[in-house]
Structure formats: C-alpha cells, structure tokens
C-alpha cells in the first residue's frame, strides 16, 4: 500500500477478514453501464475465491422459482437488458466456472397494467423495494450462514446510511440481519452526467504511479482516504479510477 491506496483484490480480502458479507456495486444508468465496474468485479470474485467465498448474490439475477432465490447454476438466458451485455454475462460466467452458486434477492415486482408508471419512481415504492432486497439477503444468509457472502449490486443500493428520505438496501441489511458488511463503492469517480467532475482529476494526478501499477483501478478504506472520499460515511472503502465513462 501507498499512503493507504491498494490493490482491489487487497481491498476485498480485507473486506473478508473484517466481514461475512461483502456489497460491491456497478455504476449503470438505464443500460449505459461504466464496464470498467463490471470488469472489476471479475477481479473482486477471484479474490474473494481466494478467501474461500463460493457464494454470489446479485441485484441483476431473476429469481430461479417463485419461492426460492437459489441457488442458479447457469447464465440466465435473457433476450435483453444487463443480462444480456456481454461485461455481465462474463462476471457471471467467472463465478461459475469456479464453482460458485448465485442467487437472486430483487424484490418481486408485480405490477398491475393499470399501475401509474410514476408510482414506481416514488419514493415509497424505492423504499418498499429496499426493504424487499434487504430481507431477500437476509434469507440467503440465513440459509447458510457459516458461509461468507460477496454481494453485487447497482449503484447506492448498498449505502449504509439514509439519505434524505431514501432508506437503502445496506441499512436495512445491516439492521434487520446484525452483520455490518463491508460495502465497497465503484461509483465514486465515474461521470454519469458527462466529463468527471474538476475534483476527480485532482484526486488521480498523484496517483499516476500506482494506478498505473493495478491497471487503472485502485481502491482505498474509507478511513485512510483524502477528501472528499472520506466524507462518505455510508461505505467502508472506495475505489477509484481512470476509466469513468458509460456505454
């Protein structure tokens, strides 16, 4: 480590020491995604493979049976939307070559064709799906819960912290289940509206050496982080870095 930045694959075996679940997240909006996130990801399964994790809950999968959210076994075949990007499917992929079992927590949304498309945009209805998420991974845990967790979700969904009125998924979690996860943030430095903010680039110039070292990616305990970073007091670590664009 240099002045505490560090390899993802360091960041999320200390996640795993620290923890029995572990949330990281992708930055998407709509189906633009930051691939970057996503290829990323490939890289926190096969370190967390290394810590002795075999089980992987995403935000992503449909549930394989009314009842049950798992365990999935195969690529769900899918005629479009994430599952269908290629980035995706390869992080699925990865987890189940090396014998993971997935399993699927989105709440179960069954909307009525008279339901006013603008009651799903609500901030009651975020929150009721929040909720639902939380005690979809409370089940999955309880399942087996001498076994270690890797959780993959989209964006904020594992913020540990309430923001204004929106109560998410990570809060809930941590308070209807007793296990504080270890929450890393990919989102922090990616431009969802347009070039990167002024102060990302002032974050990274220093950092050229080491990012240079793990790839373009580096990742940092929320603790040890320069401001802004560790400001975000919902997360446990951040990472950070020069690819930030979605496509």
Not at 7 to 36: P, T, Y
Request: glycine fraction near 8%; charged fraction near 20%; include cysteine.
């Amino acid at each position: 480590m240099v002045d505490g930045w560090c390899s993802v694959e360091e960041l999320v075996q200390w996640g795993f020491a620290h923890s029995s679940v572990v949330m990281a997240n992708e930055a998407h909006n709509g189906l633009a995604r930051c691939i970057r996130t996503r290829e990323v990801g490939v890289r926190m399964i096969e370190a967390a493979h290394e810590a002795g994790v075999r089980r992987l809950a995403m935000e992503a999968l449909p549930w394989p049976a009314e009842d049950s959210p798992g365990p999935i076994w195969a690529v769900p075949e899918v005629p479009g939307g994430y599952l269908a990007q290629p980035d995706m499917r390869r992080l699925i992929t990865v987890a189940l070559e090396k014998g993971w079992s997935l399993w699927a927590y989105e709440a179960v949304i069954e909307a009525a064709a008279s339901t006013d498309p603008a009651e799903l945009l609500s901030i009651e209805f975020t929150n009721w799906r929040e909720r639902e998420q939380a005690a979809n991974l409370c089940k999955v845990l309880a399942a087996a819960p001498a076994e270690p967790l890797l959780v993959w979700c989209g964006n904020g969904h594992a913020y540990k912290a309430a923001i204004d009125d929106w109560v998410p998924m990570g809060w809930h979690f941590r308070t209807t289940s007793g296990v504080d996860p270890f929450v890393i943030d990919q989102t922090v430095t990616v431009a969802f509206d347009g070039p990167p903010q002024p102060w990302v680039q002032a974050l990274l110039a220093p950092l050229g050496e080491i990012l240079a070292l793990h790839g373009g990616t580096v990742g940092i305990l929320r603790d040890q982080a320069p401001a802004p970073l560790n400001n975000q007091a919902d997360v446990d670590a951040l990472v950070v870095s020069t690819e930030n664009t979605l496509t």
